[in-house]
């Protein structure tokens, strides 16, 4: 770990780059509760780590959980003039298992579950063990890289607005109740903005650092040197 | 992590001789191609990246072309006694208000045109000025665009969702079924690919070119 103010131009050893603008900062431990932002554009740089990693592994854990009752309970159901059908959250993504609008299944199935399932197991993954003080886990660093990737693509609660447009669309045609899934996908919602507010890149890839990731030995500490 | 005084001139990475990680923020010599710490690609803020950008947008357009000529929706009501119809976008909307639904039909009008025709023109405006000198605060109101366009993109993703629901929900056998047309498939396909273009935009070529003095822009 380096002392605060220490850099080097010519290897960028201590710095850090804006990834939103490129203004370089000197990088140094934050005070208790401190954000860092860019001087010039106002990008969160980093953000306070006291307690954030283990409050992001209980809200992954409280959403793998929800996760699981919306894919096995009930979704929704309707009826109308003695006829009623029922579906869940497999049904609604073979919707569009018909001929050419099969990919379509995969698609909707991996950014309604699949990929905030993965997300979820990857952050637990990679921040179980900083969150106590210890080592990272082998291969922490392409599974995190692979979890930010995967961010936009992971659309759950953008399905759960849809639902809500979907059955105000078809509250007058017939009755329609809501199950258990679709509670559970509400609350996830909440969970996982909640974690976002405890996310921040930059951290934890500056936490991976100094819990001792072990690096290929090109990355220049200054006190080493001097 | 601040400069010595936040009156002091901004030094960005590139003009240094460095280049910054976009993922993680470290900062390496030039020649180096990997981030060290995270694994990412290194790339200079150029305008290399604005290839894919124009490749993934162009895609997109492509594909939202057959989005909104094929039908999203096919509804039949009694048996096809009442009708078969077929609604593309459009239609969709102009069918929601025929019937009140005023407030379905902004919201699908807003997700399924507003919102992808909006993301062409900024995504290729952001393109043509990158890399053009600009002001500091040009340069804010298009690093703003474009966390618009970034955060706002995935959200028209919500049509394609809303025909999975009523598909799944509405088969009420000889009452009203509703099954996809395909157009859902290049719709979803028209998002994804302007999402890809966003992604490929690198925001920090909004800011090259600008005079480097100081963040409070006098001269
Ligand atoms: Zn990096």
């Given at each position: 770990m380096q002392t605060e103010g220490e850099y080097d131009l010519s290897t960028g050893a201590g710095l850090i780059a804006c990834p939103r603008c490129d203004a370089l900062h000197v990088e140094r431990e934050l005070e208790p509760g401190e954000t860092a932002r860019c001087?010039?554009?106002?990008?969160?740089?980093a953000s306070p780590r006291a307690g954030a990693f283990t409050r992001i592994i209980a809200l992954s854990f409280a959403s793998l959980v929800l996760m699981v009752g919306a894919v096995f309970f009930p979704f929704l159901e309707i009826s109308r003039m003695g006829f009623g059908n029922q579906t869940s959250l497999f049904g609604v993504a073979l919707a569009f298992s018909h001929g050419a609008l099969m990919p379509l299944t995969v698609a909707v199935l991996g950014m309604i579950v699949g990929l905030p399932v993965l997300r979820a197991l990857l952050l637990v993954y990679t921040l179980l063990p900083l969150a106590r003080n210890r080592r990272p886990f082998a291969h922490a660093v392409p599974a995190f890289r692979l979890s930010e990737a995967l961010r936009p693509w992971s659309m759950a609660e953008i399905f759960v607005i849809g639902t809500a447009i979907a059955l105000v669309k078809v509250a007058g045609l017939a009755n329609i109740s809501l199950g258990p899934a679709f509670w559970a996908f509400c609350g996830l919602i909440l969970v996982n903005a909640a974690s976002n507010v405890f996310t921040s890149a930059t951290t934890i890839w500056d936490a991976i650092e100094d819990a001792g990731?072990?690096?290929?030995?090109r990355e220049i500490v200054p006190e080493t040197r001097a | 992590m601040s400069v010595p005084s936040a009156e002091a001139p901004v030094l960005t990475a590139h003009r240094a001789g460095l280049v910054g990680c976009r993922s993680c923020g470290r900062v390496w010599p030039e020649?180096?191609?990997?981030?060290?710490?995270?694994g990412s690609t290194l790339v200079p803020p150029?305008?290399?990246c604005l290839n894919a950008v124009w490749a993934w947008l162009a895609a997109g357009f492509v594909f939202y072309i057959p989005a909104n000529l094929f039908p999203m929706l096919k509804t039949s009501t009694f048996g096809g006694l009442r009708g078969n119809s077929e609604a593309t976008i459009l239609g969709g909307v102009v069918e929601l208000m025929h019937y009140g639904n005023y407030g379905v039909a902004a919201i699908v009008f807003l997700a399924s045109i507003v919102v992808p025709i909006g993301k062409f023109i900024a995504i290729s405006w952001l393109a043509l000025v990158a890399g053009r000198p600009a002001t500091v605060q040009a340069a804010h109101k298009r690093l703003r665009l474009y966390e618009v366009v970034e955060f706002i993109?995935?959200?028209?993703m919500i049509d394609v969702f809303i025909v999975a629901i009523l598909s799944a929900l509405?088969?009420?056998?000889?009452?009203a079924s509703i099954h996809p047309g395909p157009a859902a498939v290049s719709f979803a396909l028209s998002v994804a690919f302007t999402m890809l273009s966003a992604q490929s935009f690198d925001p920090r070529l909004i800011w090259r070119g600008l005079p480097l003095r100081s963040r409070k822009d006098h001269e």
């Open positions: 001087v010039r554009c106002n990008t969160v740089l990731m072990a690096t290929d030995g | 020649a180096e191609t990997t981030c060290n710490r995270c150029d305008r290399r993109g995935r959200w028209s509405v088969q009420l056998g000889f009452v």
